[in-house]
């Protein structure tokens, strides 16, 4: 059925709801999944997120897990971690397999428990993290103006088939980008963040 009028609102189109409620989420995994990009870039600090989602293969390597999955982590200064394995007898297999995701990080045994100082940044490692932190969100970026483009081809092929009308699809090619620029705000606050961690000596 064809929709008119300018004065609809898109809320009574339950095709562009949909299409935005859908956009939303696709947006929001994108975020979450930069986030967690993002949180495996160390600053200066100890913080649990350089360590937790590390995979690590445990059990003789019959299962790959993270490392939240296997131990609680705790940052009991702002300078060491202590990670407290569930099943103690998986201890060195947590330790080596921290060593060998080669994020500059040296697990130390002591007794039940992993301690991992973490060393200082290098003025030049700062900026090289810096660096790599922007790729990342640029990365995250992308992702969210993909589903834009993917939203605005849906509205396209909607008013093609004459489902929509051209004020309905304005209406909802005006609200995707709303959207689009309320995420792509988010992603540089994140940005905004990192960095200032990154500059914290």
């Known amino acids: 059925m064809l929709l008119t009028g300018a004065c609809l609102s898109p809320k009574l189109i339950p095709m562009i709801d949909a299409l935005l409620h859908s956009t939303r989420e696709r947006m929001k995994k994108a975020i979450e999944v930069t986030r967690v990009d993002l949180s495996s870039i160390r600053s200066g600090r100890a913080t649990p997120a350089l360590v937790e989602n590390i995979v690590v293969a445990v059990y003789g390597a019959t299962q790959h897990l993270k490392v939240m999955e296997l131990a609680t982590i705790s940052a009991i200064d702002s300078k060491t971690l202590v990670i407290s394995p569930y099943d103690p007898s998986i201890l060195s297999e947590i330790e080596r397999g921290i060593a060998a995701a080669n994020v500059g ?26 660096k790599l932190a922007k790729a990342k969100l640029e990365a995250g970026k992308v992702m969210v103006r993909g589903v834009r483009h993917d939203a605005m081809k849906e509205l396209d092929g909607a008013l093609s088939s004459k489902d929509l009308g051209e004020d309905e699809k304005k209406s909802g090619e005006k609200k995707v980008q709303e959207l689009t620029d309320e995420m792509i705000a988010e992603l540089e606050a994140m940005e905004a963040k990192k960095e200032a961690e990154l500059m914290q000596v």
């Open 105 to 130: 990080l040296n697990p130390i045994v002591d007794g039940e428990i992993l301690r991992i100082s973490i060393p200082p940044l290098s003025e030049e490692r700062r900026q090289d993290y810096i």
